[in-house]
Nanobody
C-alpha cells in the first residue's frame, strides 16, 4: 500500500522560508513523478510543482515560480518543496501526490493522482 506523509509546515512571517518534505513508502519511489498541490480555505486544490522520476525535470505554477524549488532524493524516498519569499497568499494545506497509473491527464490535474498525503498546514502572516 502506497503511503505519503508530508511534514515541515508551520507559521512563518511574510518573506520567510519553509521546507516541506514528503515521505513515500509502499512502492519503488524512483518509478514515479511526485507533485505538490495546495488548498486554501474555500478554494479548489491547485497545482504547485512537480518533479519527474529522475529528478531532472521540474514544472511550477506561475504563482510560485522563482520562489519555490521542488526536489527529490530517491535514495531516501523523499521529495521536498523549498519555499522562499513566502506571501500570505501562500497560506494553505500542502499535499504531495503520486499517480501510479496513467490517466491521460496532465500533472496539474488533481484527478490524475491516485494517492495523496494527509497534508501539512502552511500559514504565512503579513
Amino acid at each position: 500500500q502506497v503511503q505519503l506523509a508530508e511534514s515541515g509546515g508551520g507559521l512563518v512571517q511574510a518573506g520567510g522560508s519553509l521546507r516541506l518534505s514528503c515521505a513515500f513508502s509502499g512502492r519503488t519511489f524512483s518509478n514515479y513523478a511526485i507533485t505538490w498541490f495546495r488548498q486554501a480555505p474555500g478554494k479548489e486544490r491547485e497545482f504547485v510543482a512537480t518533479v519527474n522520476w529522475r529528478g531532472d525535470s521540474t514544472s511550477y505554477a506561475d504563482s510560485v515560480k522563482d520562489r519555490f524549488t521542488i526536489s527529490r532524493g530517491n535514495a531516501k524516498n523523499t521529495a521536498n518543496l523549498q519555499m522562499s519569499s513566502l506571501k500570505p497568499e501562500d497560506t494553505a494545506v500542502y499535499y504531495c501526490a503520486v499517480a501510479l497509473v496513467g490517466s491521460g491527464l496532465g500533472p496539474a490535474f488533481p484527478q490524475r493522482y491516485n494517492y495523496w498525503g494527509q497534508g501539512t498546514q502552511v500559514t504565512v502572516s503579513s
